[in-house]
């Protein structure tokens, strides 16, 4: 036959822990030492943080003395002379050569010497001498210099035979200037 179990006492806590099942006490047991090992994490990711924390105060400390320990640099004054032959170099350095050699190149025909080109970077100019056979070849050079794309102004200076050379060719002195934007 089975046992029954006939209990008329008030229910407390004390016979609640009395009749507490083995598998309750156990169930308890890894609960605490669950909460007790999270509790113990947790204080090692405070402690951690703390110390993070500390670290980066440190840091900025550090990093602040040495913005404000930054020296103090002399303003180098350049003469006027020295700073306008540099600005004079470098506009020289920053003429549009790649174009201007094109223009020329592509005007000039074979049966034309050009001796010198000097350029003006102040007034967007190139200054050139050539020699020609005759008349007809240097007005032709000019109206094709002329008719070329990059240059807004073509001026015939000069020109004169020359009576040493064996030959006599004509040469003449011309100036051609580009757009100011060009560059």
């Known amino acids: 036959m089975n046992e029954i179990r006939v209990d008329f006492a008030p229910p407390s806590l004390r016979r609640r822990i009395a009749s507490a099942s083995i598998f309750t006490w156990l169930l308890l047991v890894a609960g605490l030492s669950l909460?007790?090992?999270a509790a113990w994490s947790i204080n090692g990711f405070v402690e951690s943080y703390e110390a993070q924390a500390t670290t980066i105060a440190r840091l900025q400390t550090k990093l602040s003395r040495r913005t404000?320990?930054?020296?103090?640099v002399?303003?180098?004054?350049?003469?006027?002379?020295?700073?306008i032959a540099v600005n004079h170099a470098i506009a020289q350095l920053n003429l549009p050569w790649r174009d201007v050699l094109d223009a020329i190149e592509?005007?000039?025909?074979?049966?034309?010497a050009?001796?010198?080109?000097?350029?003006?970077?102040?007034?967007?100019l190139i200054k050139g001498s050539a020699e020609a056979k005759s008349s007809s070849?240097?007005?032709?050079?000019?109206?094709?210099?002329?008719?070329?794309?990059?240059?807004?102004s073509v001026i015939l200076n000069k020109h004169e035979i020359n009576e040493r050379d064996p030959n006599k060719p004509l040469r003449f002195q011309f100036e051609v200037q580009w757009a100011e934007d060009a560059k």
């Open 137 to 152: 070849e240097m007005i032709a050079y000019i109206e094709e210099l002329k008719h070329q794309a990059f240059f807004v």
């Open 35 to 37: 909460s007790a090992s």
């Open 74 to 83: 002399e303003k180098i004054t350049i003469p006027e002379p020295q700073a």
């Open 114 to 124: 050009l001796l010198a080109l000097e350029p003006d970077a102040k007034r967007n």
């Open 106 to 112: 592509a005007a000039t025909p074979k049966t034309i």
């Open 68 to 72: 404000l320990a930054v020296p103090v």
